[in-house]
């Protein structure tokens, strides 16, 4: 009778837990049970493993094996205990008590040749390692420069089951950490592409310096999917801890490139317009996956053609939208994902999208229709409102509009400003800030106020709306240098929330 130990992570969402691995070898009939809630992909690790250990030249135990993986009560799912299983195995049946293997943690999917294969969710895994005070983290060498992103701990990099072994044994070295390239590609659109549409591109770029949500609304090729792409390009880069964070979500849905795993930019998410609503705010049997909203997480989701969505599919992001995290239940628990993100709308003016709208065969009714399937609730959520008219031919003999380098430092400067502002509030942005404290400490002049006074009090705002307009007005102030909103600011702020605003 013989036992032996090693450890992994199990990751939930983006958090995770160490898992202890056990492998005991009893007289008996030959035969492998594994206990401890394992998934399908899980139950077949017992084959691979069995293969791995054998292909690199070592016996397979013949007689009864328990694996157990504890907590017993966490479900369990994946292949990214295949290099534990296998450390645990050969521990027990050698009868060796490897130093190493009880500080280490272990992640990879084994081949049937012994190769460790790269596996998804290593960075949440590390990290959750290195809080927790493990010393050392052994994962597959393809995944060896995302792993490199958590400092603080000891990361390795094996290609093969037989190469741990011979460290375990203390005959060999593993590739050790790998800098990771972190430079974002360059970008070939820029602002200046956009042919006219002053008032829009003024919208995206309020929408930059604030973190707003914005809608275009308009006939089709006036420039709102060149609108929404160029976004991203004003905003600042992500902080580090900030890409840490989107880097683990792509981590979890798979989405890593393994030579530059370190995302720095803001993403931009374009789901297409038939996607469903676990499309769009994540699920999945057993543990809820990233959808939508979270692989945009401080970046920008852009929904095209959002009046073709299911209207189940847009009620779903008024949570998301509110609170900047999603809750996603499953049957193998919940998994809590981040999503703070710009949303941007577009949608043509009615079903035809006729280039011309004096060619336009719809009815009144049918446009209403057609532009209402944002329900009020969420249209509230929406702080910009912007109607692009076509361009006249003469807007294409014009001179170019400005480019995104100059839009941009604009933004950072009006970013920094608000950062200043509300930074003893743990508040980095405009659209973050609460409506309490704007109608508190940050109170303006009654005169300021009396355009949004009375539009509340003609119901032509709601409470939210006044909330969500005082934001913008900051974002105006910031951007023209003024300490505070002005009454123009804030007539400006209110003239984007009317219908077809800013015109």
Not at 31 to 39: A, F, K
Not at 354 to 359: K, L
Request: aromatic share 4%; with cysteine.
């Amino acid at each position: 009778m013989a036992l032996g130990r090693a450890f992994s992570v199990a990751v939930r969402g983006l958090e995770g837990e160490i898992v202890e691995i056990e492998a005991h070898i009893a007289s008996g009939l030959p035969g492998v049970h594994l206990v401890g809630l394992p998934d399908a992909a899980l139950q077949e690790s017992r084959d691979r493993v069995r293969a791995a250990i054998t292909n690199c030249g070592n016996d397979w135990p013949q007689s009864r094996l328990t694996l157990a993986l504890s907590p017993a009560t966490l479900p369990k799912m994946g292949s990214v205990y295949d290099v534990a299983l296998a450390a645990a195995v050969l521990s027990a049946h050698g009868k060796k008590k490897w130093a190493r293997l009880e500080k280490t943690v272990l992640l990879g999917e084994l081949a049937l040749d012994g190769r460790v294969r790269p596996v998804k969710g290593v960075l949440p895994a590390v990290l959750t390692a290195k809080r927790q005070g493990w010393p050392v983290a052994v994962v597959p060498l393809d995944n060896l420069r995302e792993a490199s992103l958590v400092d603080g701990i000891e990361v390795l990099g094996a290609r093969t089951l037989a190469h741990v072994q011979a460290w375990l044994c203390g005959k060999a070295d593993l590739a050790e950490r790998m800098d990771a390239p972190t430079a974002p590609p360059a970008s070939d659109v820029d602002l200046a592409d956009v042919v006219g549409q002053p008032h829009a591109r003024f919208a995206v770029e309020v929408a930059a310096a604030g973190a707003h949500h914005l809608r275009l609304t308009g006939p089709p090729g006036v420039g709102k999917t060149m609108l929404a792409q160029r976004l991203p390009g004003l905003l600042p880069e992500l902080s580090h801890d900030e890409s840490l964070e989107v880097t683990a979500i792509h981590s979890v849905a798979g989405l890593l490139s393994g030579d530059t795993p370190l995302i720095t930019r803001p993403p931009f998410v374009a789901p297409h317009h038939t996607s469903s609503v676990a499309a769009l705010v994540g699920g999945g049997s057993g543990m809820a996956r990233p959808g939508a909203v979270s692989r945009a997480h401080r970046g920008v989701l852009f929904l095209d053609e959002y009046a073709e969505i299911g209207n189940s599919a847009l009620e779903a992001l008024r949570t998301p939208l509110e609170d900047g995290q999603i809750r996603l239940a499953r049957r193998d628990g919940v998994a809590k994902y981040p999503a703070r993100f710009q949303l941007v709308l577009a949608a043509n003016p009615c079903p035809c999208a006729a280039p011309d709208p004096n060619d336009c065969m719809c009815t009144s009714v049918a446009k209403r229709r057609y532009l209402s399937k944002l329900s009020g609730p969420l249209v509230d959520r929406v702080d910009l409102q912007v109607f692009m008219p076509r361009e006249k031919a003469g807007a294409f003999a014009a001179e170019a509009g400005e480019s995104t380098a100059a839009v941009r430092q604009r933004v950072l400067a009006a970013r920094e400003t608000a950062a200043e502002r509300w930074k003893a509030y743990g508040i980095r942005t405009n659209a973050e800030v609460s409506g309490a404290l704007l109608r508190r400490e940050f109170r303006l002049d009654r005169d300021v106020m009396r355009p949004l006074s009375t539009s509340l009090e003609r119901g032509l705002l709601s409470n939210r709306g006044v909330d969500r307009t005082l934001r913008v007005a900051w974002t105006l102030a910031d951007l023209g240098g003024r300490t505070s909103p002005s009454l123009d600011d804030v007539k400006t702020a209110l003239s984007f929330r009317q219908p077809g605003g800013a015109q």
